[in-house]
């Protein structure tokens, strides 16, 4: 008998899996550890102390530029998550029409447009729009990350309704429930953890965003990420590193809510 | 009985044809039916004769592209199906997977509006009917197949619809739940008297539950009549093929004398059949007879039929025997073992067969 072929114990797998692991999670290991120096330099330890993140804690533009951060990750998630399940909806429950597959990809169009096109764009577009009314919120910032959130909402939103049985539906609607309340009392329900993964998938896109965000804001208007670049060109101090490890968690706390809530849901399922 | 007789559904000359130009495919054409209260009225065809399409109609998933669909009079094939009082089991039972067994129970109660208290005393009679009240808590990915079956029942009967749609039910389960469920069906059916539509492509499943059968294929209606007689009275081939095992003669038709008719076999014979009503048989004519309904005999020159056992299959309640006629074709008898011991002929024995009177049908086509 021929010996199954099996990946696992092919020669020099295991040496590239480990070395791939490597080169994801040693930085950012580094990264952590280095938070916690007492010292003010990011390579040399000099003892274990949370200065750096007191420091941090202390800083009124990290703290501002943080709030800042998630309020426009909070607001465009929840606008672009809103757009991406009408527009999954329309893309997946209506009947085939002419147009539909260039709809596809006109949705996800963002995800393939360098994101310094779509930057430039909107610096050019939103300098204009400035000029006329006056405004300079953070208006624009919400909008623009919106904008390029509402493809990465729709993705998974998009999945969960195509995997969805049509049969669901149909036999709510032969049990009187008129399309809205079809949509209320069974589309909606088992399509929660899809618009639930789209809105966190949106949520960290935004809080992470660098590229569209430094062309857009207007003076006094700093992200957590915009902030951190602008401190990289003086004395880099372990404070980056804490305010990153801040940063790391914070992500890392979403997934694993969503990954529990998600899991929750398949078990009703 | 007046109200026996009061007609449910009459489908009116309906067609369905997708798409258009070069491309259209026509799913069913002129289709009438009448489907009578209180019956269990099955279509049954093979995949793709149309069936699950004239009952998706009449569940309004689909519309007419030609007719009309009348329920006790009204007509309903423009109605979404949220203003249909028609209910439907689906085939894969579409039970909702985010709510316990009594919640799906209630749902087509709840979308109607129904007081609190109507929809619980429902729901508890419901989970009665179908033996489920120890599941009403249930998610219902929680419970078994055959139960989920009971539940989809359930769930459809609820709000008391004029008439049950059933696509296919039964054909997600093993064997013995559906010889179980098929008995559940036909007593549920009974005991809220509500009229069914089923459809299924398992001619032993329509044979052993309904009332009345419509045997669809290719879009069309090919016989409509009670299980006896789409077995027994096929009016075409396709008919007569497609339930059961048969066997085809050619014969010459020599006297018509009512309602039967004389036929000459091509060994000279004389034969009695019988033919549709709506066909006055001449000239060359295809007879049907089933295997049941042939016995062997020894040979003898009075025999109807002769010929050489080609090979036997023992079955235990019955023989199957295959013999081959003078002219080389093969004739099937089921003979049944209703004696101990074996059956006293072997392969390659000469012999005669014997014709149940009025076993043989003439067919249409």
Not at chain 1, 198 to 219: C, N, P, Q, R
Not at chain 2, 121 to 138: C, F, S
């Amino acid at each position: 008998m021929r010996k199954r072929f099996d990946i696992r114990v092919q020669p020099g797998f295991a040496t590239i899996a480990m070395f791939c692991f490597f080169l994801l999670y040693v930085p950012i290991f580094t990264l952590v550890v280095y938070a916690f120096n007492s010292g003010i330099s990011i390579a040399r330890w000099e003892g274990f102390s949370f200065r750096w993140f007191v420091a941090a804690w202390n800083n009124n533009l990290v703290i501002e530029a943080a709030i800042r951060s998630v309020q426009i990750a909070a607001i465009a998630a929840v606008i672009a998550t809103a757009a991406a399940t009408l527009a999954a909806i329309a893309t997946t429950r209506t009947a085939g029409y002419r147009g539909l597959t260039f709809k596809y990809s006109f949705i996800n169009m963002p995800l393939m447009v360098p994101e310094i096109v779509t930057a430039v764009a909107l610096l050019i577009l939103f300098s204009r729009i400035k000029v006329w009314t006056g405004y300079s919120g953070l208006g624009y910032l919400i909008l623009a990350h919106t904008a390029f959130c509402i493809p990465f909402a729709y993705l998974p939103i998009r999945a969960r309704l195509e995997n969805m049985d049509l049969a669901l539906e149909r036999a709510a609607a032969d049990l009187y429930a008129t399309p809205f309340k079809v949509f209320r009392y069974i589309t909606l329900p088992l399509l929660w953890p899809g618009i639930l993964a789209g809105m966190m998938l949106a949520f960290v896109i935004s809080l992470d965003d660098i590229v569209i965000t430094e062309f857009v804001k207007s003076a006094g208007q700093e992200t957590l990420p915009t902030y951190m670049l602008g401190q990289l060109r003086r004395a880099v101090t372990p404070e980056m590193n804490a305010i990153s490890t801040v940063f790391l968690l914070l992500s890392l706390a979403i997934v694993t809510i969503f990954f529990f809530l998600s899991r929750s849901n398949e078990k009703s399922d | 009985m007046r109200k026996q007789q009061e007609l449910a559904i009459e489908v009116r000359g309906v067609g369905r044809v997708y798409g258009d130009g070069a491309g259209q495919v026509t799913a069913l054409s002129n289709i009438f039916l009448n489907i009578r209260q209180n019956e269990f009225f099955t279509l049954l065809g093979p995949s793709g004769c149309g069936k699950t399409t004239l009952l998706r109609l009449i569940a309004g998933f689909d519309f007419p592209t030609d007719g009309e669909i009348l329920l006790y009079g009204e007509n309903i094939a423009p109605l979404p199906p949220f203003k249909r009082p028609v209910n439907t089991v689906f085939q894969n039972y579409a039970l909702f997977p985010h709510m316990t067994v009594a919640q799906n129970i209630g749902f087509g109660l709840e979308m109607l509006g129904r007081p609190k208290q109507e929809i619980t005393a429902r729901v508890e009679e419901m989970l009665a009917l179908v033996h489920m009240e120890a599941m009403r808590n249930r998610k219902v990915m929680q419970i078994s197949g055959g139960q989920q079956q009971r539940v989809a029942l359930a769930r459809a009967l609820a709000p008391k619809p004029k008439v049950l749609l059933l696509d296919e039910p039964l054909s997600a389960l093993d064997y013995k739940l559906r010889k179980e469920m098929q008995v559940e069906l036909k007593r549920v059916q009974a005991e809220t008297g509500i009229t069914f539509i089923f459809v299924t492509h398992d001619q032993d499943e329509a044979l052993a539950m309904s009332d009345r059968i419509a045997v669809m294929s290719h879009g069309e209606v090919r016989q409509v009549g009670a299980p006896w007689e789409i077995y027994d009275r096929p009016a075409e081939r396709f008919v007569a093929d497609f339930i059961g095992e048969t066997n085809f003669l050619t014969a010459d038709v020599i006297s018509i004398d009512g309602q039967r008719t004389t036929v000459r076999l091509s060994n000279g014979s004389m034969l009695d059949a019988t033919y549709p009503a709506d066909i006055t048989p001449e000239g060359k004519v295809t007879i049907v007879i089933r295997p049941e309904h042939a016995q062997l005999a020894a040979p003898s020159k009075a025999a109807l039929l002769a010929g050489q056992i080609e090979d036997l299959t023992y079955l235990g309640t019955d023989t199957h025997i295959r013999v081959r006629l003078p002219d080389t074709s093969i004739f099937t008898i089921r003979q049944q073992n209703s004696r101990v011991g074996p059956i006293g002929f072997s392969a390659g024995d000469a012999v005669a067969l014997t014709i149940s009177e009025n076993a043989a049908q003439i067919l249409k086509d």
